[in-house]
């Protein structure tokens, strides 16, 4: 039963282009939702957040939104570099209601690949 | 600010064997968390510590699964006797705080592990 789900397993954009990661959820539990990057033998380093009662956060060029109705969150890049180059994760955050203590679960992650 | 520190980087064991990882998180990080992402998949919530406690195991394997962080600061997480399905990379993490409420999470590099 997955709760965070990213569809597009890869996605290949053109330099200065925009790039846009989606990620779709079930958990109607889920507070904050943050997407990590991960570089290749490098572990995942937090991108960006936004809180459940958003529905736009924007930081540089990465710029993430929140549809709650339709349970969606996306991540726009603008404009798209090769360095950006990586697999990004979706991950939602939910109060562990047996422990006490937040929890994140993840998205299985897009590949996205920045072409000069 | 030096990051979460894991050693090894790589592991490769047989079947049956027995293995252990090291996670150093950053000092004064009171939460640490081991995930398991096999390829192809996001990370996955093995055990949360809080300070020396664990706060949730409820998804580690236990019957060959163990993990300590016996002074509230490093942890290790062992594997005895491995399978198959376990090779993964192995991540830690550690975030400043975990009241009920979201803290961001920061990964070290990771341990590959390959089981033949």
């Known amino acids: 039963d997955q709760q965070v789900k990213q569809n597009s397993p890869s996605l290949s954009v053109q330099e200065g282009r925009i790039s846009i990661l989606n990620c779709d959820y079930t958990?109607?539990?889920?507070?904050?939702f943050l997407w990590y990057k991960k570089y290749p033998a490098e572990g995942p380093t937090f991108l960006i957040s936004?809180?459940?009662?958003?529905d736009k956060n924007e930081d540089g060029r990465f710029t993430v939104f929140l549809n709650k109705s339709a349970k969606h969150l996306s991540l726009h890049i603008v404009p798209s570099q090769p360095g950006d180059s990586a697999v990004y994760f979706c991950?939602?955050?939910?109060?562990?209601?047996?422990?006490?203590?937040?929890?994140?679960?993840f998205g299985k992650g897009t590949m996205l690949l920045v072409s000069p | 600010e030096a990051g979460v520190a894991q050693s090894p980087r790589y592991k490769i064991i047989e079947k049956r064997q027995s293995v252990a990882f090291w996670c150093n998180p950053i000092?004064?990080?009171?939460?640490l968390y081991w995930y398991q992402q096999i390829l192809g998949q996001g990370p996955k919530l093995l055990i949360q510590?809080?300070?020396?406690?664990?706060?949730?195991d409820s998804q580690l394997p236990k019957d060959r699964f163990s993990a300590e962080r016996l002074k509230g600061v490093d942890s290790t997480l062992k594997i005895q006797p491995a399978k198959l399905e376990d090779s993964a990379v192995y991540l830690c993490?550690?975030?400043?705080?975990?009241?009920?409420?979201?803290?961001?999470?920061?990964f070290g590099p990771g341990t590959r592990l390959t089981v033949l």
């Open positions: 993490a550690s975030s400043l705080r975990d009241l009920s409420s979201y803290n961001e999470q920061f």
């Open positions: 958990n109607s539990m889920f507070d904050y």
């Open positions: 936004i809180s459940s009662i958003k």
């Open positions: 991950a939602a955050n939910a109060l562990n209601l047996n422990s006490g203590y937040s929890t994140l679960t």
């Open positions: 000092s004064g990080h009171a939460t």
């Open positions: 510590f809080q300070n020396n406690g664990v706060v949730d």
